[in-house]
């Protein structure tokens, strides 16, 4: 899955965007036998990968794409079998929140060893483990490979507004675009902001909706979070600690446009696409003219994967296009901590970060790293290479550069959701 001031330095960019810049093989995770967490010195990597020789790591994470999925197995799973001798175990979840209070229940019972390694997180879910003092603290910026990670940038370091203090580590980077189909829409008739898309919407009756937001839907509620973005007159104001006040004044008005919206949607707005693939598919079918992706390829990967037409391409809003970054965080009752410890390392080699971009490979999304402070000119040169592989499918680094915003505290995230409920879907 999941604020950031918008000091976008050229480092994050090439990592956003050059690029740029949410399953299957397997059941509930077996806890094994450990090291003890504590006898773990980061300093010693080599004890540390001795240490996991042999280990299950299981890394719970969102199942929701078949191609990350297999991306997960292919390139994880079997470099950590091959270098390293450890297994790999991929928990599926339907929402992150699962494993958040899979992890608070076993606490409240006492359990000083539960079943998750590693875990795909960010935003709210972060902050709630955090808050319970879940999580493993001070290893983030000790892994050899975070050399290659710009901490000093707010864009990594806070998430969503969250200070990550080394209990987190980066994965890759996203950021929020449209899909059209560039043979029945010429780039000069795309809405480029939510004003333009309503009228466009009206215009196109039934031509276009969005996914509902709500837990497990993150896309949907991003979508609400950038249009709340414009209607209230700009993305700087919801930086920072959660505003209670500024939320009640700029609320009604972004159920104002929802609800203008509304009549002019797919059925009139009386359903919404739950998930994103439901939204690939409507847009594939011709019933609507727009899907979305968080993927640095844009369309790429989903024509790789015959989702949408090969004449599918990306775009961008001229402004309030939400990016971020993904995370892997290790509970502080992990089985397995070193296991943990060597795949979050494994995540940030620049080699499977070059790889992680490329459409064909089915993952698509951007850089964890910074490109830039990678000396190695081998290395620096598949990332280089990578990102120039995009294609016409993907949005022009320079439009997502222009339109790019942090996300905001998580406690929008739930007020957005539960008030859309009540004033949009419901009212």
């Not at 000091?7 to 509930?28: K, M, P, Q």
């Not at 967490?37 to 080599?46: G, Y």
């Not at 309503?198 to 249009?227: L, S």
Request: aromatic share 10%; proline share 5%; charged share 20%.
């Amino acid at each position: 899955m999941h604020t950031r001031k918008r000091i976008w330095n050229l480092a994050v960019l090439i990592g956003l965007l050059s690029l740029i810049i949410a399953s299957c093989g397997s059941n509930a995770a077996t806890p094994t036998s450990a090291p003890s967490s504590t006898s773990l010195d980061l300093n010693n990597w080599a004890g540390i990968e001795q240490a996991a020789n042999g280990q299950t790591v299981n890394w719970y994470i969102w199942g929701g794409s078949d191609s990350i999925n297999r991306f997960v197995d292919e390139f994880y799973g079997k470099a950590l079998k091959e270098r390293y001798n450890i297994t790999l175990n991929r928990v599926p979840m339907a929402d992150t929140v699962d494993v958040v209070n899979q992890l608070l229940s076993e606490k409240e019972a006492g359990k000083t060893t539960g079943a998750v390694d590693l875990i795909w997180i960010n935003g709210e879910n972060f902050a709630s483990l955090k808050q319970a003092n879940l999580l493993r603290a001070d290893w983030g910026q000790s892994l050899p490979n975070s050399k290659y990670v710009n901490w000093a940038n707010p864009a990594v370091n806070l998430d969503f507004g969250e200070p990550v203090e080394s209990l987190e580590s980066p994965w890759s980077s996203a950021q929020f675009q449209f899909i059209y189909d560039s043979a029945k829409l010429q780039a000069s008739e795309l809405p480029r902001s939510y004003a333009a898309l309503k009228d466009y919407a009206c215009a196109n009756p039934g031509k276009v909706t969005y996914i509902a937001p709500g837990p497990g839907a993150f896309q949907g509620t991003r979508f609400v979070k950038q249009a709340l973005f414009e209607v209230s007159g700009g993305a700087e104001q919801w930086l920072g600690k959660f505003n209670q006040q500024l939320w009640d004044q700029w609320s009604p008005k972004l159920w104002e446009y929802f609800n203008q919206l509304e009549g002019c949607l797919w059925r009139e707005g009386s359903t919404y696409p739950k998930t994103e693939n439901e939204l690939h598919s409507l847009f594939a079918n011709g019933e609507v003219d727009f899907s979305i992706t968080q993927a640095i390829a844009g369309a790429g990967s989903l024509i790789k994967e015959n989702l949408v037409p090969a004449s599918a391409r990306a775009f961008v809003f001229d402004d309030n296009m939400i990016g971020d970054f993904n995370y892997v965080a290790i509970p502080s009752t992990a089985p397995n901590p070193a296991a943990a410890l060597v795949l979050a390392n494994l995540i940030l080699d620049p080699e499977l970060q070059a790889a992680q971009i490329l459409p064909e490979n089915g993952f698509g999304l951007g850089y964890g790293i910074d490109p830039t402070k990678v000396s190695d000119p081998a290395l620096a040169a598949k990332l280089t290479n990578a990102a120039q592989q995009l294609g016409d499918a993907a949005t022009p680094a320079s439009d997502l550069a222009k339109s790019l915003r942090s996300d905001i505290a998580a406690e929008y995230q739930s007020l957005i959701e539960q008030g859309w409920d009540a004033n949009v879907l419901r009212k």
